[in-house]
């Protein structure tokens, strides 16, 4: 049976990891004391499109593993046979970078009212980086893999749990071959013990749960992940069938073999009773200004207001600026990038007057879909949709209302410019 039990060593990971990042990130609030979680220090990690791997936020629930990478191996198994090494991985298959804005399912669990979960993000658990590996379908096509056929594919994590549950995450196979990567490099560089060295799975434009740390197995399925259908001992289905599910409090998940759609917000509409976090859903911050301090204002300038935006596989179509609190709204200029399963950076100039403003942004994804205003109370479920909420939900799940990410903001005169007036 899976618990919340407090892990020690969680301490030593979390302490380990502020050291290297040097300021990047903070400790985020762990109810349970069982996950180990930092995420971005500073508002204006979201002013740029590349994140730093210092900036990058961490969360894994099981210790890191000891690795000894020239003896890993990662077991090809269910409708496919074999097993590689690591300098299989890194030498007998095409090199391939993609970009991928890696966001926690659990991102903005804290802007739940009642407090819900253990890990109380804010907005902090995103970042975007670039992965390198090798492509999962050149992998699954050298061994004989030829179409998806409706096939799931499983990704079974090395990390021990101190329970019986394996952490066990399945995406379609139609997915794995589409755009997905075994990567064992983040920025350029090897791939950090935290986010899964020596090898992950990277699911371009999914929640980071997706996303395995430390894969030992790949195993082509007719279905997802469900208790009994793993080779091994221990719970197999709790990470897939549990767990990462959005439903009201009290609520029992049904097991699903499988789902008709993975679009998260199209589940949340009613495709699925209980929905499962794949891709993330439409999502933006304001980087800067970040509120920290006051704005000097000069009687000619305009305040560059910045951000990032995402929309899983979808592609941002737009973002708004509010600069009074969402009375009024202005469209915001896309620019940069434009990689598909990353964020899109945005900016507004806003000439304004000294004052405290509140300022927010709501994007949109191609599809009409924007983000709510705000989480709605238990109670509300899919019926707050219609009320331009984010339906509340027992683990704190997919949440992407804007209100909660607003950035109260100070502008002021500088003083060379009060000694001309």
């Not at 509340?392 to 799940?397: A, I, L, P, R, V």
């Amino acid at each position: 049976m899976v618990t919340e039990r407090p892990r020690e060593s969680r301490r030593e990971e979390i302490d380990a990891i502020l050291r290297a990042k040097t300021g990047g990130v903070t400790e985020t609030r762990d109810e349970a004391d069982k996950y180990t979680v930092v995420g971005a220090a500073r508002r204006r990690t979201f002013a740029n499109w590349l994140t730093p791997v210092e900036e990058h936020f961490v969360c894994h629930r099981n210790d890191i593993p000891d690795i000894d990478a020239d003896a890993w191996t990662v077991s090809l198994t269910g409708h496919v046979e074999g097993a590689l090494s690591m300098a299989d991985i890194t030498d007998a298959y095409p090199t391939v970078a993609v970009a991928h804005t890696m966001e926690c399912a659990g991102n903005g669990r804290g802007q739940h009212r009642p407090e819900t979960g253990s890990v109380q993000w804010g907005f902090e658990a995103a970042a975007n980086a670039f992965w390198t590996g090798a492509p999962v379908g050149s992998i699954l096509r050298d061994h004989g893999v030829e179409s998806a056929a409706g096939r799931w594919l499983t990704a079974i994590g090395g990390d021990p749990s101190d329970d019986d549950d394996i952490f066990a995450r399945s995406i379609p196979l139609a997915k794995a071959l589409d755009d997905c990567l075994l990567a064992y490099e983040m920025n350029g560089e090897q791939l950090p013990r935290e986010h899964g060295y020596p090898v992950r799975l990277i699911v371009p434009g999914w929640y980071g749960v997706n996303n395995v740390k430390w894969v030992e197995e790949l195993r082509v399925m007719d279905t997802m992940v469900v208790d009994e259908s793993l080779e091994r001992a221990g719970e197999h289905a709790f990470w897939q069938q549990d767990a990462y599910r959005i439903h009201p409090e009290g609520a029992a998940a049904e097991t699903n073999e499988t789902v008709e759609t993975v679009d998260t917000w199209e589940q949340l509409e009613g495709a699925v009773e209980h929905p499962y976090t794949f891709d993330a859903n439409v999502m933006s911050v304001i980087g800067t200004p970040s509120g920290e301090s006051p704005v000097p204002l000069e009687t000619t300038d305009a305040v560059d207001i910045r951000g990032v935006a995402w929309a899983g596989d979808d592609a941002v179509d737009r973002v708004e600026i509010s600069t009074d609190g969402g009375e009024t709204w202005n469209a915001a200029e896309l620019f940069g990038p434009a990689y598909a399963g990353s964020w899109r950076l945005f900016r507004y100039e806003w000439v304004a007057e000294p004052g405290e403003y509140v300022l927010l942004s709501r994007a949109t994804d191609e599809l009409g879909r924007r983000q709510p205003s705000r989480i709605s109370g238990p109670d509300a479920w899919r019926d707050a949709l219609d009320d331009d909420e984010f339906p509340w939900n027992e683990g704190g799940y997919a949440a992407n209302a804007y209100e909660p990410n607003g950035v109260t903001v100070e502008l002021r005169r500088s003083d060379a410019d009060r000694s001309s007036e």
